[in-house]
Nanobody, 124 residues
Framework: QVQLVESGGGLVQSGESLRLSCAAS????????MGWYRQAPGKQREMVAT???????SYADSMKDRFTISIDTAKRTVHLQMNNLKPEDSAVYYC??????????????????WGQGTQVTVSS
């Protein structure tokens, strides 16, 4: 159906930057929205930022001044530029895609898909 491949995670020091990318592939008819979520150990998964296929963005309040989400709809790729990272940003970051895909019957369906996650660790 649809696959999401994330890249760009790693270990950085406090104040540094990272750029996450997520490429969607498969039987995609259209991308409704893509976004990033994160989950730290012992905590619930939380929304980081989302962007619609038309470019409308939404951010978690604690991250909107440091993170920027962008989308390349032609390449079906979403990016998350994270600046001035803090130790509390350490988490597994998951890519999410709300897509309209083409089933084997040629019917169109809207469905959410998730990537496998990429680890971001920020040391103090």
């Amino acid at each position: 159906q649809v696959q999401l491949v994330e890249s760009g995670g790693g270990l950085v020091q406090s104040g540094e930057s990272l750029r996450l990318s997520c490429a969607a592939s498969g039987s995609i008819f259209a991308i409704n929205a893509m976004g990033w979520y994160r989950q730290a150990p012992g905590k619930q998964r939380e929304m980081v930022a989302t962007i619609s296929g038309g470019g409308r963005t939404s951010y978690a309040d604690s991250m909107k001044d440091r993170f920027t989400i962008s989308i390349d709809t032609a390449k079906r790729t979403v990016h998350l530029q994270m600046n001035n990272l803090k130790p509390e940003d350490s988490a597994v970051y998951y890519c999410n895609a709300d897509v309209r895909y083409i089933a084997s019957t040629a019917a169109l369906y809207d469905q959410d898909f998730w990537g496998q996650g990429t680890q971001v660790t920020v040391s103090s």
